[in-house]
């Protein structure tokens, strides 16, 4: 049975085809100013073969409605997950489940099962920085949402005339914290806070589990944040979309929605 798995927020769309317990190659675009027919062309219409297409999306129903009419038209339904209180082994910590987003869900479950018997920190980078711990049971202990080290360097560019100002140009400057230009001080700097409180929120979570949790990092910062950590961690860019082959295949879907 081959799926369309399909990872779609407010400006970037992934998708990817699993078949035969395997995941295709991850593809992905800037879906801001698509229309129904670019979805279908795209993303579904190019899928062919597929028995059904699951989606995890923070898009909004704007967009959502969209990508429906999209797999109407080509011969098929879109199943929005919805974030329940237990599914793919992970268990939600939120006293009202539905206010998770389903992008730290959906990832939760992927990084319990990549990672299993260990305690996780789930960290998106994106526009905002996510963290959630699940522990090696499953548990969802709670999460911590940050501006992402983007969303930093752009208020201080828009908020401020003078550091807007003196950052036109200069030298990107090295890999360390300290810069010698007002632009590397600014991208250096909302990174290594980022990073900081990684490490922060893994001492956290060792004092409250009493095992230090290994680090899962996804999103299209990671890649910048990842070195900078003095704890053990792993980056793995598809992170959504394997979680999604685990709610579809290993265990019975969460409950859905269709629109």
Same mark, same amino acid.
């Given at each position: /049975?081959? *799926?369309?798995?399909?990872d779609?927020?407010?400006?970037?769309?992934?998708?990817?085809?699993?078949?035969?317990g395997? +995941?295709?190659? $991850?593809?992905?675009?800037?879906?801001?100013?698509?229309?129904?027919? &670019?979805?279908?062309?795209?993303?579904? %219409?190019?899928?062919?073969?597929?028995?059904?297409?699951?989606?995890?999306?923070?898009?909004?129903?704007? #967009?959502? =409605?969209a990508?429906?009419?999209?797999?109407?038209?080509? %011969?098929?339904?879109?199943?929005?997950?919805?974030?329940?209180r +237990?599914?793919?082994?992970?268990? !939600?910590?939120?006293?009202?489940?539905?206010?998770?987003?389903?992008?730290?869900?959906?990832?939760?479950?992927?990084?319990?099962? @990549?990672?299993k018997? !260990?305690? #996780?920190? #789930?960290?998106?980078?994106?526009?905002?920085m996510?963290?959630?711990?699940?522990?090696?049971?499953?548990?969802?202990?709670g999460?911590?949402?940050?501006?992402?080290?983007? @969303? /930093?360097? &752009?208020? +201080? *560019?828009?908020?401020?005339?003078?550091? $807007? =100002?003196r950052?036109?140009? %200069?030298?990107p400057?090295?890999?360390?914290?300290?810069?010698r230009?007002?632009?590397?001080?600014? $991208?250096?700097?909302?990174?290594?806070?980022?990073?900081?409180?990684?490490?922060?929120?893994?001492?956290?979570?060792?004092?409250?589990?009493?095992?230090?949790?290994? #680090?899962?990092?996804? %999103?299209?910062?990671?890649?910048?944040?990842?070195?900078?950590?003095?704890?053990?961690?792993?980056?793995?860019?598809?992170?959504? *979309?394997?979680? +999604?082959?685990?709610?579809?295949?290993?265990?019975?879907?969460?409950?859905?929605?269709? =629109?």
């Amino acid at each position: /049975m081959a *799926l369309l798995l399909i990872d779609i927020g407010n400006t970037r769309i992934k998708w990817a085809r699993f078949d035969q317990g395997r +995941l295709g190659a $991850r593809r992905a675009a800037n879906h801001a100013d698509w229309r129904v027919e &670019d979805y279908k062309r795209r993303v579904i %219409g190019a899928a062919r073969g597929v028995t059904r297409v699951l989606v995890a999306s923070v898009a909004g129903r704007k #967009v959502d =409605r969209a990508l429906s009419q999209a797999a109407r038209r080509a %011969g098929t339904k879109c199943e929005f997950i919805a974030v329940p209180r +237990l599914a793919g082994g992970v268990t !939600v910590g939120y006293q009202e489940p539905w206010r998770l987003g389903v992008d730290r869900f959906v990832t939760a479950v992927a990084a319990h099962h @990549l990672f299993k018997g !260990v305690p #996780v920190w #789930v960290v998106g980078v994106g526009t905002a920085m996510t963290l959630d711990l699940i522990a090696a049971d499953g548990r969802h202990k709670g999460g911590v949402i940050v501006p992402a080290p983007a @969303l /930093m360097v &752009d208020t +201080l *560019l828009t908020r401020t005339s003078g550091i $807007r =100002r003196r950052a036109q140009g %200069g030298a990107p400057g090295p890999k360390g914290l300290l810069a010698r230009s007002t632009r590397a001080a600014i $991208r250096q700097g909302a990174r290594f806070a980022a990073a900081a409180l990684i490490d922060r929120a893994v001492a956290e979570a060792e004092d409250l589990i009493g095992k230090r949790p290994f #680090v899962v990092l996804t %999103g299209g910062e990671s890649a910048a944040v990842r070195p900078l950590l003095k704890s053990p961690a792993a980056g793995v860019p598809d992170l959504l *979309l394997k979680g +999604l082959a685990v709610l579809a295949h290993e265990l019975p879907p969460p409950r859905s929605r269709r =629109r």
